[in-house]
């Protein structure tokens, strides 16, 4: 028999059943709940593209196994949005071109809203970079993800989706 476990993911009760019980949260979320916005880098906790939120912490989806997780509270890039409005993070991104290839970037937002959340964002940019320190960006767009972090933590971001396109 399989093992399942329930957990709220993006705001929705979810009732999942475990093929195997040393599934990551990372693949689960991929290959099981179709939710691909989390990405896999390096698979060791390093890069920071898997990152989501458990229970409003940052954590490493990769390194995460979801057996751990019954009754969690799991948000991914795919759950920050509201309907047509981009989360305020989500926003300062697209204003502060803090992308460039894109692949690090759902777990460059998702870090970025754990890290406000926390309060350990700030107004001071050296204090943002080491509070991204865990994410990696291989087209070397820190500058503007640090600016985003910053403007995202004033609240002075905000479009809709239909302006970003």
């Not at 960006?137 to 989706?161: E, F, N, P």
């Amino acid at each position: 028999m399989s093992p399942s476990i329930s957990l709220t993911l993006n705001g929705a009760k979810r009732d999942v059943a475990l093929d195997d019980p040393r599934v990551t949260l990372l693949d689960l979320l991929r290959e099981r709940l179709a939710l691909p916005g989390t990405k896999k880098g390096c698979d060791r906790g390093q890069c920071g593209a898997c990152t989501v939120l458990v229970n409003g912490r940052r954590v490493n989806s990769c390194l995460t196994l979801a057996a751990t997780l019954d009754g969690a509270e799991i948000t991914t890039i795919e759950g920050l949005a509201a309907g047509d409005d981009l989360h305020p993070v989500q926003a300062a991104f697209i204003e502060n071109d803090a992308f460039q290839c894109g692949y690090c970037t759902p777990g460059q937002i998702m870090s970025a809203v754990g890290l406000i959340a926390e309060d350990r964002a700030g107004e001071d940019l050296e204090r943002i970079r080491e509070g991204m320190s865990g994410n990696i960006c291989r087209c070397a767009a820190y500058h503007g993800i640090t600016l985003a972090v910053r403007q995202a933590t004033r609240g002075s971001a905000g479009i809709k989706k239909d302006d970003a396109a």
